[in-house]
């Protein structure tokens, strides 16, 4: 299991150069939004939710609707009638549509579409459109939602918790009794998103005559959600036409997110009577997208005093906002065969609550599942070693998965497929020179500058099993359900008359080059040139195989989509060496395909032009095998160790587990607090590279997504739902001049399961990135507890001399001038200080009288009592260049 | 993300501006480099009805030393500013800050007063015109007249710019001898809005520090030469006069904070590069 | 003093990679959707709209400029360059852009032509510059497939083939 596979001759394992990059480097690609969508095509503009949580009385939408130019207005009333809400894989008393019925549970939930003959007066039209909010209190902290006195989200769920499942693997109970100790932490994720810079774009077409509905959408999948749509849609599955563009700009999970649009734009499409394209905007994007959930667990491990974990006690608590959009809770199941880690801990408890607040709903993105998982358990690591006085490295390499031991089988049922943990480690602190680091911070703290060292071992999960998710239902819920299991990919290679290839993947490629790789994968079978093959990433679902595995998720394209077109390619080979032999006169065997040419193994000489052997079979069909003339192969390929959950809930969540061992140098500054990365080195494990150059962009793009995670990035909310990032100004993307560039290592030990035996490696350092400089930051300030983002403010709040007030205030005073709180990124603020000389209760009784608002509120105009503790005003700002009019309720 | 409607007025002359501006007085907007308007623009925050391009204006097309201070005109971009000859010697506030404003690429359109006339409370051009004492001269069909920039400054996005008014140029003030020039900022990543900023101009008998990205403007405040105890107190009082706010990315002690050391540090510069 | 009207398409005339081209804008269509979506130029892309992520970098008058930030109406009269113009001819590519083919520049490819435009009007100004240099110019740019450092390998190996080619030239 030590040996680096030899690089076999051939185009595999060479950085070629991408087939795809002649177009976008020259303008040349095609986005959704650059096809020429059908003639008369009319564009749509959603308007959404300003509140977090609201009831939503009359929509007037006459003035809109008069707006020359707009054909027509979508809202919840329609959609409802048109459509049936979005399954979920839980069976419970919720409904997710894909616009606001009656109610608004987030800021930026669609309210309603305009449709009009262009953008911009589809814009015009949204102002016109007016509103009635009741508000509802809303609840942003999963923890508050839980509470039995909590606002409720969904009133027929009767509580916010949508899933409450516990699982026990050995006896956890039994090894915390006989541990020497029981170490834990209790940690909270933030809420991200890999922000794609281009964003989702949907053209949508319905024919009426056909009750069918064609939509072509840079959506990346999976499949799985296109029964989800045409159930929505209240159409067969052969009635939903799904296309993807050429090209897409990037997704990390984020395009998955388009499902709801895809049925709302296409209701829309309906409604008009032509077809509709929306293209999302950067604000629409952040607010109302989709976002990785935020989670809250509490991880304790039953340990030796030698730093040995005999047993875990996982509670997560998952936040997957405002509605259970398919395929979620599967971010909290999609770890659920590898909650050990890279560690052989043969005991397992675990209780996964999925909860409800007012955010946006979440969904895939880089990781899924994975950033969670492992900082919590990363974190306890290093907690164990400091609790103990352990070395953090040592308290990892105590508990591995033993070198020898794979194929692993865990506690909770995954099948770890191929690896040495240990040998990674050591080589990575070899090749990184762990010891010259170590070097580093003691010089660095014998100046008194905060420097940290941190460590992460993670296990990378790639290519799930699309039964993994029904882990959240119990073995009788599953029973009914019937199985579910394995992860098709498939792929198509077909010769036409002139003998070239083409090849057709149903992996709805988003950036990563996968046709680049087709074409090497079938380059080497035929022994021709990856630019002498042509392969199409588009997919349309009318046409092409596919099925509801395909996407562009879990890292499943080196080992499953690839693994399909060589074995595609394959069986057209075998056939072509067949007729080959005849011509030759070898046996089939015999016949190699090399520099464009079938020869004879043993005589150059004997040889033809592949090409022509290719377009023979279109021109001499008797030349091939009696009744098996196709000249094009499609494959379905499932691996048969994704088998569905046992009875017992143990799960092989996924097919490959890639290993990352990671460690860093950071120091934070003195004065700032400020986190400035000295060194990362990164060791990867992905089995067998496929093309070097493309597993260095992963790992670098996939660093890039956890460094802005650790540091910069977050969805953060107001108490009141109100949403703080929802510009590129205040949700902070890293830039060139924030990201370092990493050290990677590499080892390759192929895995068991796939036909190339690569593994993915896409989305390993979103998982052990942002917990390795956590840990690094903990070890800076000598810190139990870090939070991400590491927020200067926050870091800083550990060393920053404690604040006196000033002299002449007392401490009254000094907080009121210093330390208000909540004010939204795009709320304006007024300065000045009402002093009120009254008891508190005059002050709320002023504060219930409509007319008294009206004083003290700058620019409001008429106020609506609506209730006793509820008004609405019609403000008019007016601050430097902006003015606005809006209706703002004051509770 | 698209803009309402509104006119355009492609102005040729300034007294063309000016005609525009009096006639539409609140309704229009100035537009320069766009770099700050457009954004505001497309997010519907600003609605103007007019807007008056005046980046065709030959005669405010230019910057130059006129006496002892730098004359920029109203259509000179960030970039042009940046380039200028010795900019460094000339005025060593302002060839230390330009880099911090926005990107190279929005630098290339923006222009220097058309920061100064949006007034954000954690721009850098801000700063340095308070900082350094500088100018802004406002000029309408009316009259024409100078405002200090410490009472330009109103409020966040606020101005004493009345609606008819057109920034015509500022001025900033040219190195004097003996004087010496810092700037800092902190900002979580590089080319944001300032977290805290920090300009000072040190002389022989004390120091002005201006701080932006703390409260509703820029605000400058004079120290004078004192012993270094005296310098501490006088800036923690300076730190909670700021009036500073929590938000998503800090908290208000946090900027006082920053204020306090950074602060120090920033006249402690200006000090050494006194000559 | 020309005065265009809210509601109206005006023509607007200037010279889009060397050629003289006229169409007709509302004075508030941006520059990004006059090129893409009525000259047909979709090489220029549309990130955020708000001129953060400089996909819609265009050079106009031999400055960068966001599209984006641009009114149509801005340009008449000017010089403006997109992706679409950087390539010697068809079928061939210019020393940046196989540079970044090379270092795998790109993934996605959706912000590479704001990127490209950037550097191909940094470099011509700057034929020395360092990686700091270069990062610090690329930062008025979001990535969020390559994590950067193919993009400032990229750059640094097209700056040196420049730089040959120039002493060659």
């Known amino acids: 299991m030590h040996a680096v596979t030899d690089k076999p001759p051939g185009w595999l394992g060479r950085s070629v150069e991408r087939l795809e990059d002649a177009a976008l480097l020259t303008g040349a690609g095609r986005f959704v939004d650059d096809i020429a969508p059908p003639p008369g095509t009319l564009a749509a503009a959603i308007l959404r939710s300003p509140r977090a949580h609201a009831r939503i009385g009359a929509i007037a939408i006459d003035a809109a609707r008069r707006l020359p130019g707009v054909a027509a207005i979508l809202t919840g009333a329609d959609v409802a009638a048109m459509s049936a809400p979005l399954a979920a894989g839980i069976k419970a008393p919720l409904e997710c549509w894909p616009i606001a019925i009656d109610r608004a549970r987030y800021v930026g939930e669609p309210v309603a579409v305009v449709v009009a003959s262009d953008r911009y007066i589809a814009e015009d039209a949204l102002d016109l459109i007016a509103v009635s909010y009741e508000p509802l209190p809303a609840v942003v902290d999963p923890i508050a939602a839980m509470q039995p006195t909590a606002t409720l989200l969904h009133d027929k769920l009767g509580a916010n918790i949508a899933s409450d499942r516990s699982f026990c693997y050995g006896d956890p109970a039994a090894q915390f009794a006989a541990a020497a100790t029981r170490i834990a932490v209790s940690v909270r994720y933030p809420r991200n998103s890999c922000t794609p810079i281009e964003t989702y774009g949907v053209i949508a077409e319905y024919a009426a005559s056909d009750d069918a509905y064609d939509v072509t959408a840079n959506f990346m999948g999976p499949l799985s959600m296109h029964p989800v749509m045409a159930r929505a849609l209240r159409v067969p599955g052969n009635r939903l036409r799904l296309r993807t563009p050429p090209d897409s700009g990037g997704s990390f999970g984020v395009k998955q997110g388009l499902v709801p649009y895809i049925v709302l734009i296409a209701l829309a499409a309906r409604l008009a009577g032509r077809p509709v394209k929306w293209i999302e905007d950067r604000l629409e994007h952040l607010s109302a997208s989709v976002s990785a959930t935020n989670r809250v667990t509490k991880l304790a491990a039953a340990v030796d005093a030698d730093g040995r974990v005999r047993a875990l006690d996982w509670d997560q608590i998952e936040d997957v906002g405002a509605h259970l959009r398919a395929p979620e809770p599967a971010a909290l199941y999609r770890m659920h065969g590898n909650l050990t880690g890279a560690y052989d801990i043969r005991h397992v408890c675990v209780r996964n609550r999925v909860v409800l607040t007012n955010k946006t709903p979440s969904g895939l993105n880089r990781g899924f599942g994975g950033p969670q998982v492992y900082f919590a358990l990363e974190r306890l690591m290093q907690r164990i070693a400091r609790e103990l006085g352990l070395d953090p490295l040592d308290v990892i390499r105590r508990n591995l998965v033993p070198t020898g031991a794979f194929p692993y089988r865990t506690a909770t049922g995954g099948l770890l497929d191929s690896g040495d943990y240990a040998g990674a480690i050591e080589r990575a602190v070899a090749q990184g020179t762990l010891a010259e680091l170590r070097a580093r911070r003691v010089n660095a703290r014998g100046q008194g500058r905060l420097y940290g060292i941190g460590y992460a071992a993670v296990v990378e999960p790639s290519i799930s099993n699309m039964g993994y998710i029904t882990t959240v239902l119990t073995a009788q819920e599953r029973a009914r359900a019937g199985p579910k299991n394995g992860a098709f990919a498939t792929a198509t290679v077909a010769f036409d008359p002139l003998g070239c290839v083409s090849v057709q993947i149903a992996s709805t490629p988003q950036g990563q080059g996968h046709r680049t790789v087709a074409a090497q994968v079938v380059a080497d079978v035929f022994g021709l040139a990856p630019a002498d093959v042509r392969v199409l990433g588009e997919l349309d679902t009318a046409r092409d195989a596919w099925s509801i595995a395909s996407g562009n998720y879990s890292s499943r394209f080196a080992g499953a989509v690839a693994g399909a077109v060589h074995l595609a390619a394959q069986r057209l080979a075998a056939k072509l060496k067949r007729a080959a032999a005849t011509q030759l006169n070898v046996a089939p065997d015999d016949v190699v395909f090399a520099g464009a040419r079938a020869q004879a193994r043993d005589n150059r000489d004997n040889a033809m032009a592949f090409s022509r052997l290719a377009a023979a079979t279109h021109w001499s069909p008797g030349l091939m095998d009696a009744g098996d003339h196709a000249l094009r192969e499609t494959v379905f390929w499932t691996p048969p160790e994704l088998a569905a959950p046992s009875d017992a809930d143990a799960v092989n969540s996924s097919l490959c587990h890639g290993f990352i061992f990671d460690f860093c140098g950071i120091e934070i500054d003195r004065v700032t607090g400020a986190v400035r990365v000295d060194k990362y080195v990164t060791m990867h494990d992905c089995g067998r590279v496929l093309h070097p150059g493309m597993v260095a962009g992963q790992i670098t793009g996939g660093f890039a997504h956890a460094l802005g995670a650790a540091l910069y990035e977050e969805f953060a909310y107001a108490p009141d739902g109100s949403f703080l990032s929802g510009t590129f100004a205040d949700y902070l993307v890293p830039t060139a001049m924030e990201i370092p560039q990493p050290l990677m290592l590499h080892m390759e030990t192929p895995s068991p399961f796939t036909p190339l035996g690569a593994k993915g490696v896409g989305e390993g350092n979103c998982m052990s990135t942002p917990v390795c400089i956590a840990n690094a930051a903990a070890d800076a300030l000598g810190v139990d507890q870090v939070e991400l983002p590491l927020l200067p403010a926050r870091l800083a709040a550990h060393f920053h001399p404690r604040e006196e007030f000033p002299k002449g205030t007392t401490a009254a005073t000094a907080v009121a001038i210093g330390a208000r709180q909540g004010d939204g990124a795009m709320t304006l603020h007024g300065r000045g200080v009402v002093e009120i000389a009254r008891v508190p209760q005059d002050v709320w009784a002023m504060l219930l009288d409509a007319k008294t608002l009206a004083a003290i509120i700058p620019g409001a105009g008429a106020i609506e009592k609506l209730s006793e503790t509820h008004f609405r005003v019609d403000v008019t700002l007016g601050v430097g260049p902006v003015r606005g009019d809006g209706h703002a309720l004051v509770l | ?275 | 003093m020309p005065r265009l009207s809210a509601d109206r398409q005006h023509s607007v005339r200037f010279e889009l990679n060397g050629r003289e081209v006229e169409a007709q804008a509302e004075p508030r269509m941006l520059l990004s959707d006059f090129l893409r979506h009525v000259l047909a130029m979709t090489g220029t892309h549309v990130g955020c709209e708000h001129g953060v992520c400089g996909a819609c970098t265009v050079e106009i008058d031999g400055m960068a400029a966001r599209a984006c930030l641009t009114l149509a109406v801005q340009v008449e009269g000017a010089r403006v360059r997109t992706v679409e113009a950087l390539a010697p001819g068809p079928g061939r590519l210019s020393i940046l852009q196989e540079a970044f083919r090379r270092h795998h520049g790109l993934q996605c490819g959706f912000c590479t032509p704001g990127i490209l435009m950037s550097l191909d009007i940094f470099l011509r100004a700057h034929p020395a510059p360092s990686e700091i240099d270069i990062r610090e110019y690329l930062s008025g740019h979001l990535c969020r497939c390559t994590g950067y450092a193919p993009i400032v390998a990229a750059a640094l190996d097209a700056a040196e083939k420049l730089r040959e080619a120039d002493i060659i030239g």
């Open chain 2, 1 to 275: 993300m698209k803009p309402a409607r509104f006119d355009y007025i492609r102005a040729e002359t300034l007294a063309e501006a000016h005609a525009a501006l009096a006639a539409h007085g609140g309704e229009a907007r100035v537009l320069a480099g766009g770099q700050t308007l457009l954004p505001m623009l497309s997010m519907r925050l600003a609605r103007p009805g007019v807007l008056v391009d005046i980046m065709r204006l030959h005669e405010i097309a230019r910057y130059g030393i006129e006496r002892d201070v730098i004359r920029v005109g109203a259509g000179v971009r960030q970039a042009q500013l940046q380039k200028m000859f010795e900019l460094d010697k000339v005025q060593p506030l302002l060839a230390k800050a330009l880099p911090w404003v926005g990107h190279a690429q929005t630098r290339a359109r923006g222009t220097v007063c058309g920061s100064i006339a949006h007034a954000d409370p954690s721009a850098e051009l801000p700063l340095v015109l308070v900082a350094l004492g500088g100018e802004v001269e406002l000029s309408s069909a009316r009259h024409r007249r100078k405002v200090a920039g410490e009472e330009f400054f109103t409020g966040p996005l606020s101005t004493a710019r009345a609606d008819d008014e057109l920034v015509e140029a500022v001025t900033f003030p040219s190195r004097r001898p003996g004087y010496g020039y810092a700037f800092r900022e902190f900002a979580r990543r590089h080319g944001d809005f300032a977290i805290v900023a920090c300009a000072a101009v040190a002389r022989t008998d004390g120091a002005r520090l201006a701080i932006g990205g703390v409260g509703d403007r820029p605000v400058a405040r004079e120290f004078a030469q004192a012993d270094r105890t005296s310098l501490t107190e006088a800036l923690d009082a300076f730190s909670w006069e700021l009036d500073a706010r929590d938000d998503a990315h800090a908290s208000a002690a946090y900027r006082r904070a920053l204020v306090r050391q950074i602060g120090h540090a920033v006249i402690m510069e200006a000090e050494q590069c006194r000559v």
